[in-house]
Every structure is written in C-alpha cells, then in structure tokens.
C-alpha cells in the first residue's frame, strides 16, 4: 500500500474517490440550525451514518491560514501562512498574501499527485490558487475566474466548457456553487480522483443561520454532496472558520478602531495596525475581523498598550508576540508585537479611514478572526475505523485532520 | 440631592420608581432573535428609545458571583462571591454559597434601605435570598418559598396572598414570572420603589432562541416589562449570564471529566475538582458548566496539570491562581491552584460518577460559565444623559453597572 509523508504525518494512497469540500464561514450553527430543521438530507446523512464532530480552526480563524492549513495538515506554525494580509518585518512593506511565497514545506495536494493519484483542487476565490495549487501537478483553478482558464495554467482547457454555464458573479452563492458543480465534472469525467473544493463565505458573511438565504445555499451544497456520494466518493466537509454577528441590538456594527486607538494614546507613528482578513473582497467584510496585529515602533510601549487594549470595550485577549506563537502556534519570526483578539460581537479594524464601511452597510455585519469563530463542522461520508475512532474522541481534533481522518481512517485505499 | 456609597463609586437616590430585572441566563441572541421577529414590543422599545448594549458579565459566567456583582456595582475580588459551591481551603470541606458569609461588604440595596428607599428584592431561587438580601431593610423574598413567607423573616405577611395566585413550580416558567408579578404587586401597592427581580434560567437551560417555549417565556417576561414602565418606572434588564448549547452534532453533550482525567494522569487524590455551578436544581445543568476549578495536593504538578488540561478536547483555556484572580477579578485568596475554562459547545465536569446525567438527558443540554457566556444584554427603558452615554460607550459595560445607570444618568431623581 503506497503512502506519501508530509510534516511527519504518514497518508495512504486512496483507492476510491476522495472530495474535502472547505465551507468558507460554515458555523456549525449552520449545520445545527439546519439539521433541528431537517432540512439537508445529505448532512443528516453524514451525522448519523459517517463520523461527526465539532474540531477548531487555526488561529486566527481566516480564510488562508486555514486553507493553507487544511491542506498540509499541520497549523501556521509549520507551514508560515499566518493571515490573508501582512507586514514584511523587514521591508516594512504590507503585502497581500496570494501567491505560495510564503508557504514553508509543500502540500499534501502536491504529493497525492506527484504519487501518481489524480488530484485537482478548485476555490472560489481566485488568491488561494497559488497557495493550494502550490506544486499540485493537476487541475487547480477558481470560479472567479473560470473564464480565462488555459490547459497550460490551470490544468483544464476551458472551465466553462467543463462545467457547462458561464464564469459566476464575484459576489453570489454561485461562486461557490460552480466550484462543487467543476469538481462534479472533474469525477464524472473521471479527470480526477481526488479532489479539494474551498468555497466562499459571502452567503455566510451576509445571512445568519436559518434566513431563507443561507438556508437555500445550504441545501444546494447539500445537494451537490448526495451527488458526490451517489459518485462513490468519500467526502469530507470542514470550514475554514466560523461566523458571528457583529453588531449591538440596534443592528450597527461595533468596531474597535485601534490603530485609532494606539495613535490617539502613544502618538502618531508609534504602532502600524495590520488586519489579516483583508483582501481584495470587501463587499464581504470591509477588512474588518476579530484578530489584528500590532507593531510598535518602541518595544517600551508594550505594556502601556497592552493595557489599554485589555480596558477597552470590544477587546476579548491581548497576546505578546511570544504568547501568540505558542498558545496559536503561530510563526514567531513573522508574528507582531502584539496580537489582539475582540469579543464575539466586536470586529477590530486599523483606522477609521482605512475602512469602507458603505461596503458592509446593506445588512447586519457578520465576520470572523476571534476564537468565537474558532469552531468548525468536521463531517465525513463515511465511518471512521476503530482505530480512528480512538483518536478522533481523544484529541483536539483540528480542520487540518480531515485528509488523514479520510485517507487513513476510512476504507479510503480499497477500490470500488 | 442624596447619595449613598459603596465600594467607591457614589449613587444617587432616585424619586422614581426603579426596577431592575436581572433575566437569568438571558444570552443575548433571545433579545436579537425575539427583536428580528418583532416579537416583544417593550423591549423593542427600550432598544429603540432607551439604551441598549451588549455587556460583560463577571466571570465565572454563574449565577451567584453575578447577582452579588449587581446589587455590589462591583466584581468577585471585591464581594468575595466566585461561585455558587467552593471548597473551604482550610477545612478541606466542600460549601454551598447559600448565605451571606462569604460576602465582603454590604450591598446598594441594603444602603438605599438605610437611607429610606422603600427597597426590596425578589428572586425565583431561594438560595438567593440571602445574598442580595443582606443588610436589606424591605421585603426579600424567593418564589421557591412563596408559601412559606412570614413578616419577620421576609418583609410580607403573605406573597401569595400579595400574588394572588400559589407558589408555583420548582421547575417551570412560572417560578420566575411570579418573580416579575411579586415585583408588579410591591410597586402598584406602593410597598417598594426600588426594586431588584432576578429570575431563574429553567427554560434557557432547556429551549434556545427562537423555540416556542423560549419565546413564550421573554413573551411574558416582556409582557411585565410593559407593565413595569405603565407603572412609571425605569426599568433596566440585564442578565447573569448567557448560555450555549453544549453538544455535538448528534445532540450528545460534550463533557470533559476534569477530576477524572487527573486522576488517571497524576493518581487518586492529586487533584479536588469543584464545579462551581453546583446548586441545588440539578435539573437545570446537573452541575456541568464551563469553568471548574481545580486544588492540586502538590504544587509541583501544575505544569503537568496545565499541559495535560491545555491538550484535551473542550479546554478552551487553563489559568493559574494569580492569573485567574488577575485577569478575571476574582479573589485571590478564595482561588484555585487552577481555573479551566471550555470551548463553547463543552461542558467541564469532576468524576463522572458525580453527574447525574439522567437529569439532563430530555434535551440537548445548554450551559453556562465561560467565556462564551459571558456577554449580556444591558437594556434601560429611559435614555442615558450625555455623561453617561459618554461614559457608557466608552467603558467596558459590565452587568454589574446597571444601577450605576439608571441611578446617576437617566432621570431617575426627579419625582413623578
């Protein structure tokens, strides 16, 4: 039985098709509200008759810490991806995180294919591609940009060809819903075995879970899931984070400004503030999370902001840079001087004007980062074996195990 | 214009009639789904005309450590109440908090009393009683008990009587409407005109927001409200704490046995585990929360304690005694070796034996005591003044300032 290891994890080579599908901003409030509804017949399925489990996210809780995460099965601390956004220590430039520069190590993606297993992984949103598709000698491409694949890019000669409708909108459940219906047409056509889909949390960063919105996206996944099963797959489904409102009663959006806040108390130019969750999509969030990163140009300012952060309304944790690294086994050369964390119903931003709040205005604001957003639905198709049964209930099961819950713990190497 | 002091801070003494109701277990998502809905009309209008925020209360996120923190204005390492069950350090002998003392110190109710405020004090648990009752010259008295009333012992000849109806059930969403209607009754009788009503959480442990059960309860409880305002009092609502569901997908709970878990590691009688939610209404929780306290027998585990709590599935958070008594405001010397704290969707428990699990087993089980119960609603059914609003928006809000509210900065001096 062939096998392939990476970061000191052994994974067998599967026999039988293989889909993890990624649920950007998938609470489990979702899934909980959904199944007291008995709404998703597919994930009702995979409650009772797979494995089931709420497991933690990485910290903090984005969109390509986790993504990096889940697919090199180990935390930040391994493989360097530590949020979508951050400031280069030594050039003192801010830089986007979309392409695999930063990534430390390879993926288990890029192994599966290199052994020979046909492996394709399809995101919705275009940034991840790189970072994902990193070495991946298969199919790797994003919704967002369907159409203008080439064969020699991105593995497939047309996406719109192969999934049979055009490139969806940026900003729509379709996003989402055509990254599952391509990796629908990858197994049919029997162009790849394994597959990795990562969707988007637009539907969730607008809708709670059980409006009429968030409901019918929900179903259409759950939809598309029975096909995967009904295709012999054994599937998977995690979340890269979790979702929380946050607003007061009134509905508005409470934002601790903080970059503000340090420049209000210490002085101008005595701290840069960096959000992690921003990127180029910000119809979704206004690059406003629950996590933000503090350098101080003064190391003696440390405790003074410290202070002030923790007596401020809004602010759940302060950690220093050493905290930081090890209780969210985070990078300790990339990591800030301080790292500040926001209760359930606060987002952190930088200042006021670095952020377009008319862009997240159109409903209550919902987002992620913090540790409230720390748990994620962790589903299988299928029954773990004994062995992994033992393990799943004894550790603190992450997202990031769900390649090895699957390959190793399921009768993922017999052949159909 | 009088005042009275306690515990630094200066209140004044109101002309009105001011009531303030302490809405046990009330997490804030059964005021944001009930107002979404458009369901209870008098809390929609303190949103809307009064003040509304979402506040912390004092951890441990229970019930007794956040009643003696309301009617004190100040946290546990001031009032000395850090739970509802302790171990006594120096007898080695386990209590129950069910009187006075352990409170250090008097309470705004007793000094508003003493200085001639027609003042009294309802609660759904008798357990109570004593506590916010302490020092108070007024009536003080519990549902629990209502048939058992005698002038001396609680300030009203007969409460059934005053109700007009019997005591009602121990387990039912009457023990605390009484509450309310006691309150009703002292008021239009002109007996009291400050009043503290603090109810029991029976039907949030049970039904989560949005269940018919639960929206009947805030329903009623809203229905009183209105009553409360018609009568010309402010109002204020404010919660001990919130409340999670505490299971998997399945509806299993999620519970991580602490003592047991020691004693495999470190060997029997290493380690005493107090569940400090312990009370008397096993029905409630069957003493499982998210915050146990742990007393080693010897120092030199607690790294291994900490580490072996650090890893195990459920433990959102280990602090040692100095930590604990620091960042949480909880009296040192009253304090654990070590304080655990769960994941949201967990529950800490001491030996497995200890828990009656059959009296928790009709519904999917939902608790308290985290962080993740720690946010409140903090409702006033009058405006803030411009100082207030000033300082309210600017404060980490916590439960415990909410007579401090209504007292200094809505118009609660002047007469009718």
């Not at 601390?77 to 220590?89: F, K, T």
């Not at 919105?213 to 984070?241: K, T, W």
């Not at 406003?288 to 202070?307: C, E, I, K, M, W």
Request: with cysteine.
């Amino acid at each position: 039985m062939g096998s392939v290891e990476l970061h000191g994890r052994r994974y067998r080579l599967p026999g039988k098709p293989v889909v993890v599908i990624c649920i950007d901003g998938c609470d489990p409030e979702y899934i909980e509200n959904a199944l007291s509804r008995k709404l998703c017949p597919n994930l009702s399925l995979m409650v009772s008759s797979g494995f089931s489990a709420i497991a933690d996210c990485v910290m903090p809780s984005f969109t390509n810490p986790n993504n990096a995460s889940i697919v090199t099965g180990a935390p930040p601390s391994v493989h360097g991806i530590a949020g979508n956004y951050y400031l280069d220590r030594e050039t003192g430039e801010r830089v986007m995180v979309n392409d695999a520069r930063m990534l430390r190590g390879t993926t288990l993606l890029a192994l599966l294919s290199q052994a020979g297993i046909r492996t394709a992984a399809v995101t919705a949103k275009d940034k991840l591609t790189r970072i994902i598709g990193h070495g991946l000698d298969g199919p790797c491409f994003s919704s967002e940009r369907a159409g203008q694949t080439t064969l020699s890019e991105f593995g497939v000669e047309s996406v719109e060809a192969l999934v049979g409708r055009p490139e969806p909108d940026m900003y729509s459940p379709d996003l989402s819903l055509y990254v599952l219906d391509a990796g629908l047409a990858l197994l049919r056509q029997n162009i790849s075995q394994v597959l990795y889909l990562s969707l988007s949390d637009f539907v969730q960063h607008k809708y709670a879970p059980g409006e009429p919105e968030s409901d019918a996206f929900l179903l259409a996944i759950d939809h598309r899931i029975g096909q995967f099963i009904q295709l012999g797959a054994i599937v998977g489904c995690v979340a890269d984070h979790g979702m929380s409102r946050k607003t007061d009663f009134l509905g508005n959006a409470q934002i601790l400004f903080v970059q503000d806040l340090l420049t209000d108390a210490l002085g101008p130019d005595s701290a840069q503030v960096i959000c992690p969750i921003t990127d180029p999509f910000v119809r979704h969030h206004g690059a406003l999370g629950s996590f933000v990163r503090v350098y101080l140009a003064d190391q003696r300012n440390t405790q003074a902001a410290t202070d002030l952060l923790r007596q401020s309304p809004g602010v759940h944790d302060v950690l220093s840079r050493d905290e930081a690294a090890r209780e969210l086994s985070l990078p300790h050369d990339l990591e800030a001087d301080l790292v500040v964390i926001s209760q359930q119903d606060w987002v952190l931003g930088a200042s006021r004007q670095d952020h377009d709040l008319s862009a997240v205005q159109d409903r209550p604001l919902r987002s992620h980062g913090g540790y409230t957003e720390q748990r994620v639905p962790f589903l299988i198709s299928h029954p773990l074996d004994s062995e992994g049964l033992a393990w799943a209930l004894s550790t603190r099961l992450h997202n990031y195990d769900i390649f090895c819950a699957i390959l190793n713990h399921t009768d993922s190497v017999g052949q159909d």
